[in-house]
């Protein structure tokens, strides 16, 4: 909300060609990507402002979230 677009020069990169990628893994062939779904409890305290009333029990307030991973 606070930054504006990007113009589209900055986007371009004008002379720089990709000319391959690949993925590597210690132990696995090469362009073989594995994933795994995987659980993290996220404590919300820690960057949000809960705006919670005094009221409240001011200890953390935990998320757990299925998100996935790779090796």
Do not use: C, F
């Not at 409890?41 to 009333?53: H, K």
């Amino acid at each position: 909300q606070t930054l504006g677009a990007y113009p589209e020069p900055e986007l371009l990169w004008q002379g720089v060609r990709v000319s391959e990628i690949s993925v590597s893994t210690a132990g696995r062939d090469k362009n073989l990507l594995v994933t795994n779904w995987m659980q993290s409890d996220i404590d919300l305290t820690r960057g949000l402002d809960l705006q919670r009333s005094s009221a409240m029990n001011q200890g953390p307030v935990w998320a757990r979230v299925t998100h996935l991973n790779h090796e």
